[in-house]
């Protein structure tokens, strides 16, 4: 089955200290797309400008991602500038240029609408319910979100969920969330918010995942040297979603190990600028990491 | 076999945003034998002042800890007085008085010396390497530390580092002795320092070891409400000692495990201001926890 991904298509200048790489392929559906394009077929519905790259089309391409639904429009593509601190766990942003993001309403084609598994990669969230408005009863949706809906647009947001499978958000999020410091007291305060299934993400301390089957740790692969954090979030959610597209059964069957790929998937693009690290693997090095990281849990 | 336990016997008094508890028993070789003795005999090695509760010294007996090794000398006893922050991550001393603890020397019993499994719990380098100095041939030595030893007896503790087989420490101190902030580099240079075993600890995101059966990714278990983490890491290298000191066979073949139960007694720890999280327990609960945190990793 294939996996529809909506979210944000943008070209990211970033800095960290080891380096710097000016208008690099970026954005929320860029980095889950090709992260979820190991495992299965991928539609992505996003906008840019006409001034994106050849070579980031034929990326796309390349993963075999469907792009009906990027919009090709007149005018500057999203572009964001960061800068990242030494321990790679804080970064400030140094410039947001909109573009025709500004204006980008997510219309799906007609083929789109009937898509079983939806990732609502970080984006608004009222931009998310556009596109659950548009679907015919998807069997699992999932959404991720950053700290800025939780500031400028929490009623979307807390509406939003209601109308979830699944919630994804990072530690700090699941915090600024619920006032809540201890995860698993977090956890439960955001299933009474609506989702059945909600995944805290912790960098390099893995994710947690509770669910109707109870509570998961997933752990991280360990990385000696993180090259460029960003979208790894995405790349997490990405690969879980195109895993469980692929499985046979039903989610709980599947969603811890879809959330170990994911691990997998976002190590190899922390190990890179932008999506390098996540572009130049092949299936069969996530296979390996993955029962790497069998080995290294096992107790 | 018996765990031989140096480090401090204190009287704790605690405030957390949960209550207040004061003159608790504490200190790390307090907290590390009750730990321990789960699982295997433990002599304890300390000193405390005639002002030291009987009712404390009784908790120390219900758990068969030897007692040969406390000196109880004239004076007040070692007495701590601290307060975490709301997240409880954070704590700050608000008092510290030394008492009979300023001028201790560890003299080991002649029957403690030939003991195979030594834990130098939290205390001054100077002391562990006193500790050593006493002993034949142990089989197993691991040792624990804090930030102010990092601060102020740094050349003891790297020349100490050179006659351990383990050193365990958590995330910040390495940060602190390494300059590292990525946990998987700091290990790498733990290791040139001298130790064979290296463990990371992360508090509520578990703990790393490094060995020469490479990385372990051990778990924390989960714990909605944290009452008083005060002795959670000493609990923890307190039960991973008891356990390794029983196991038949060889150190890697047993270490993991060590550290999972240490994971779940660590967690006990936390339920309870002090020790009375963890004296409240038996050893099936303990198992409990163990099984309970296989099925919450297993993918």
Known sequence: MSVLIVGSTALDSIKTPKGEN??????????????????S??????????DFPKAYLDL????????????????????????????????RTLLTELGVFESFTPTLPKGHQASSFVLLANIAPALQHHVLDQMRRPRFVVADTM????NIALNDLLRLMKRLDAFVLNDSEAHQLTKEDNAFAALKKIHRLGPKYVVIKKGSHGSILSGPKGIFICPAYPLGKVVDPTGAGDAFVGAMMGYLATAKGSIDDHIRRAMV?????????????????????????????VKELERLTKF
Chains 1, 2 share one sequence.
């Open 60 to 91: 796309y391409k390349r993963h075999r991602i469907d792009l009906e639904g990027l919009q090709i429009l007149p005018g500057k593509t999203f572009h964001w500038s960061g800068e990242y601190e030494v321990n790679m766990n804080h970064r």
């Open 41 to 50: 077929p991928v539609k992505l519905v996003g906008v840019v400008g006409d």
């Open 147 to 150: 700290d800025l809906w939780l």
């Open 261 to 289: 790929f994911g691990s997998v998937v976002a190590s190899f693009c922390c190990e890179g600028f932008g999506l390098q690290g996540t572009t130049r693997i092949k299936r069969a090095q996530i296979n390996q990491r």
């Open 22 to 39: 000016p208008r690099l392929l970026g954005g929320s559906a860029s980095h889950a797309a090709v992260a979820a394009s190991f495992f």
